[in-house]
């Protein structure tokens, strides 16, 4: 068929088009994406850009587009890794073992606020809080307890850390020796991205600049100690959660990595030592093909700032692997069961982006956290797609499709945009600072409320198709004496210790953290030594002070 | 100036997540309150320091992280603690149903779970904030009339004239109130004595219901509207919302039994009033 042919038969189904139009509209004035992307009735080879080499290419190969691996899937799947963590380090102890004996294959931990931000259980600020979204955790001795039981050196852990993030890793790295495992061959992630705190998660604790830092001594030393370990998971995950756009997402989470690269490169680090253990945060949000070009648009703006602007030489420096959660605040307490629907979809979406690792979110989660069953079934979502769907046998299926190709275009240029207007502001810290990200997010959050009140944008069971009686489901309680036992764990923990040791290794934390000397060793020593994190934090805001939100 | 209702938002506890809070808070300002937000991490005592000293009507505490049955308790107590236990608290976020009795059990006057239109929570602290206002407008006037329900004003009118020697001023009918009225007039005061013009008139209604009597009194104003737009946001439930023509080519409204025992209120405003008092000036 000739082009000729091709814009005779475009005209013609145009024509027909405006004649169906005419008798009866369609069911929207305009369709749009998340990020408003204006979508037509039609694609066509038109939209599809004509640079296939440059900017689509080929899987594990630069710039990426269509994925990091080779064959992806056909090779290995995903890791599949649910996020969890409540209560006792007992309890969550057995909900690994209980995920992992389900087919799970790899661990994620979810910490309590009060270890998030530096508290031990038993501090006035830790009221309410011991246990209630993620786990305990006062020190090493709650740490051990925790991983008690799993090799350490087959399975690999991500840690929803980002403030005290050295303090965990110092833990995880201290049960290993305790373990038999060296250093060397420990793997995972912790998320360590403190710049999206700030924007959209609150769990910080110091301020920008020696948060950097402390980021900068992790890049060094795990290069050095600990080089299987993703030492950084910069999210865009939370900044979608808070109420932005898939492009927004995109934008901004690239230019938290830029100004993560700019302090390691500041801090006299070579780009491709540090670079190859960078790892990415995405969300798996609603809009399936938007969701998808989010994705292989990231891979591809990533592997150029690397290439091009960073000029990193080790293909590992270029690629943007990324982990990715179903998105939590599209979740109803409405017919909580029809979150089963919305997180197929959404994990469908992630597996389609090329993602490497994929939590699936529970039924139960907008109104509480998962019960062991509605666990269960999340990861089995994840299993039915990776056996049975029959989409992990090729690699990147939806390439090529125009609407697809389109969208990735869009979405890419798009983030372009805001990332000239953040460097604009002097880059990703002193956007923060000013608090230029915070503002688009909630003026795209305040939107979207005042869609969904209008019914502009459909949730099924909340603003349309209620139901009249919402049958409760049984809903996980978190042990409300938990504060207490904590307490008495680590009184009994304060008694039996060595605290001459404990005082004399803070001391020398305190030197190092007034210095400029990396922080890691230090803090290694204060843990072995069972400092709590409490202790350890409460040196570190001593000399660091700490942030106050814009 | 016009009084409006003052709200803080406040993030109890730990969680980090504001994006409700911070949703919420805008809708408040968009409905007409003035909004005071805490940012992140607010001890209970530091809420109620921050509610006592910003003056507020309403506090509304956000938490997504399970701690609200231990926090939102304990807010509430301080505030009792400290003679404030006049500020209306609701609460919001993730919360389980079964923990909503509780919460009100321990003073927490509703709670508001995801999926709450902005302007349910909006309407509800309106009409439920308790504070006294200081009031900018000057107490009514007087008592212009008091309103009595009659079968047949035929019937009733002789023991007013006659027996107590009242002088008719006239009668006249409003259509919109499906009503016919005669005027009695009783020193600075009237009495009215309403017969209803059709069996479906609300006069019609309440004579069925409670046979004749008194039906309701009605005060002398100035500046009706601004009256009854105070009166919706301190909570006080109005049948009219705005005036509507009444007898002498009055502005008249009546405002809910409901919100005096069950006593029907009306406000009157007549046109020879307005301009004619001075202003109520206010410190």
Known sequence: ?550 | MEQRIRVLVAKPGLDGHDRGALVVAQALRDEGMEVVYTGLRQTPAQIAAAAIQEDVDCIGLSCLSGAHNELFPEVVRLLREQGADDILIVGGGVIPQEDIPFLKEQGIAEVFTPGTPTRVTADYIRAHVKRKRMTLQTAPSKIAHIGIAVKSLEAALPFYTQQLGLPLIGTEEVESEQVRIAFLQIGESRIELLEPASADSPIAKFIEKRGEGIHHIAFDVDHIEDRLQQLKENGIPLIHETPKPGAHGASIAFLHPKAAGGVLFELCQYPQAEGSKEESGHE
């Open chain 1, 1 to 550: 068929m000739t082009t000729k042919d091709c814009t005779e038969l475009y005209r013609k189904w145009q024509q027909e088009l405006n004649e169906r139009l005419a008798k009866s509209p369609e069911r929207k004035k305009q369709f749009a994406t998340s990020s408003d992307i204006v979508v037509d009735p039609l694609y066509t080879p038109d939209n599809i850009d004509q640079h296939y080499m440059d900017n689509i290419g080929f899987p594990g190969q630069y710039p990426y587009t269509r994925g990091v691996q080779p064959n992806m899937y056909r090779g290995r799947l995903w890791t599949m890794r649910q996020y969890a963590g409540f209560g006792s380090a007992e309890e969550t102890n057995k909900r690994f073992r209980y995920l992992l004996e389900q087919g799970q294959t790899g661990l994620s931990v979810a910490f309590d606020l009060p270890t998030q931000i530096g508290y031990d259980s038993d501090d006035p600020m830790a009221a309410g809080e011991v246990g209630k979204v993620g786990v305990a955790i006062d020190s090493l001795e709650d740490m051990e307890v925790l991983l008690e039981g799993i090799p350490l050196d087959k399975v690999s852990t991500s840690m929803t850390i980002n403030a005290p993030a050295s303090v965990l890793l110092a833990m995880y790295i201290a049960v290993g020796e305790k373990q038999g495992v060296p250093a060397a061959k420990l793997s995972g992630t912790i998320q360590n991205d403190i710049l999206k705190e700030y924007i959209a998660r609150g769990t910080y604790i110091f301020p920008p600049k020696p948060s950097m830092r402390l980021i900068t001594d992790i890049f060094a030393y795990c290069a050095e100690h600990v080089p299987k370990w993703n030492t950084i998971s910069i999210s865009g995950y939370h900044i979608r959660e808070a109420g932005s756009t898939a492009v927004q997402e995109v934008a901004f989470t690239i230019a938290d990595g830029i100004a993560y690269v700019e302090a390691a490169l500041k801090a006299g680090l070579d780009i491709d030592q540090f670079a190859p253990q960078l790892s990415f945060f995405f969300n798996g949000h609603n809009h399936f093909f938007e969701e998808i070009a989010k994705f292989r648009a990231a891979r591809r703006m990533w592997a150029r700032l690397m290439k091009e602007r960073y000029g990193a030489k080790n293909p590992k420096s270029w690629q943007f692997r990324v982990h990715t959660q179903t998105g939590g605040s599209t979740l109803t307490a409405q017919q909580p069961d029809n979150n089963i629907v919305r997180v197929t979809l959404q994990a469908l979406a992630a597996v389609l982006g090329g993602t490497q690792s994929l939590h699936t979110n529970s039924r139960d989660e907008a109104l509480a956290l998962p019960t062991e069953e509605s666990a269960r079934i999340a990861l089995r979502t994840q299993q039915i797609i990776a056996f049975e769907s029959g989409v992990t046998d090729t690699v990147d299926p939806l390439a090529g499709s125009y609407f697809v190709e389109y969208l990735t275009d869009q979405v890419e240029a798009k983030a372009l945009e805001y990332l000239e207007k953040i460097e604009q502001l002097g880059g990703a810290v002193a956007a923060v600072e000013a608090g230029y990200m915070q503002r688009e997010i909630h003026k795209q959050a305040y939107e979207t409320q005042r869609k969904i009140e209008s019914g502009e944008e459909k949730v099924v069971g909340m603003n349309c198709f209620q139901l009249e009686h919402e049958p409760q489901p049984e809903l996980l309680r978190v042990d409300p004496t938990l504060g207490r036992k904590q307490k008495e764990r680590l009184d009994a923990l304060r008694a039996k210790r060595n605290n001459q040791a404990v005082e004399q290794t803070l001391a020398q934390l305190r030197a190092a953290a007034e210095g400029t000397e990396n922080l890691m060793p230090s803090i290694l020593e204060c843990v072995r030594n069972y400092a709590t994190i409490g202790e350890i934090c409460g040196v570190l805001r001593d000399v660091f002070g700490e942030y106050r939100a814009v």
